[in-house]
């Protein structure tokens, strides 16, 4: 019974958040009484324009930072008020794309995927570099398995970025401005294939995004604006 009200729970669970940055007169409040839910195997957008809390927020589920008044459930597990050992465990179920893929240069795309096994310190090394190889190769770059970063397109680099965010098979991906610096078609196959892979491992994605021409891949897109999440969710009518 409580494995079928935890598969029936909401993966994400915001309520009456609000976050600040800054100390005492520098204080200033970024975030605004938010309230989202997100369901198991949801792709939601967040839209909105510089400056609205989206990448705060993204950040905040992701648990890299610690949320300071209200309520923020990832899986269940309540991450405001949450010690950083609890942040560090709430992590290793997330997939995180970054806009700049952020890989590193010295090392090659199989070493770079492997990264995001290592959090997890329980696979060899045969272990994972046979797991990331096979993502590699769903992501269409098996032929490049030791190419360093340097000597690949950005697309390539971002599908790099979306294996290593993957190979883990995270229970959620979360994507900030993952099309950002591609071009149209680069960010389109970037896309679809995110959409593609988390739905076949089941995974729930959460992505912001300023790019209109990715809309149509949305369950759901939720728009925010000074720091404050609009009511008016919309759900895609291709869904």
Not at 40 to 60: A, D, N, Q, Y
Not at 166 to 172: E, G, K
């Amino acid at each position: 019974m409580q494995n079928n009200q935890q598969i029936n729970q909401p993966v994400i669970l915001v309520s009456n958040l609000d976050h600040y940055f800054g100390q005492g007169e520098l204080r200033k409040q970024v975030l605004f009484d938010i309230n989202l839910e997100i369901n198991r195997g949801e792709i939601v957008l967040m839209t909105g324009p510089s400056g609205s809390g989206k990448t705060t927020l993204l950040t905040l589920v992701s648990g890299l930072r610690s949320p300071q008044s209200g309520s923020l459930k990832v899986l269940g597990k309540e991450l405001c008020g949450a010690s950083k050992n609890e942040l560090v465990k709430a992590r290793r179920n997330n997939g995180y794309i970054f806009q700049a893929h952020n890989l590193h240069k010295s090392l090659t795309a199989i070493e770079n995927v492997q990264m995001g096994l290592e959090v997890h310190g329980k696979y060899s090394q045969a272990e994972m570099r046979d797991r990331s190889a096979k993502m590699l190769e769903q992501v269409g770059l098996g032929d490049r398995l030791d190419y360093y970063p340097d000597n690949l397109s950005g697309g390539q680099k971002q599908r790099v970025a979306i294996a290593r965010a993957l190979v883990s098979h995270p229970a959620i991906v979360l994507a900030d401005e993952p099309t950002a610096a591609l071009d149209s078609k680069s960010g389109r196959d970037v896309v679809n294939l995110m959409q593609k892979l988390a739905r076949e491992q089941g995974s729930t994605i959460l992505m912001v995004t300023h790019d209109n021409r990715i809309l149509d891949v949305a369950d759901r897109i939720v728009h925010m604006e000074d720091g404050k999440l609009a009511k008016n969710s919309t759900l895609n009518q291709a869904a």
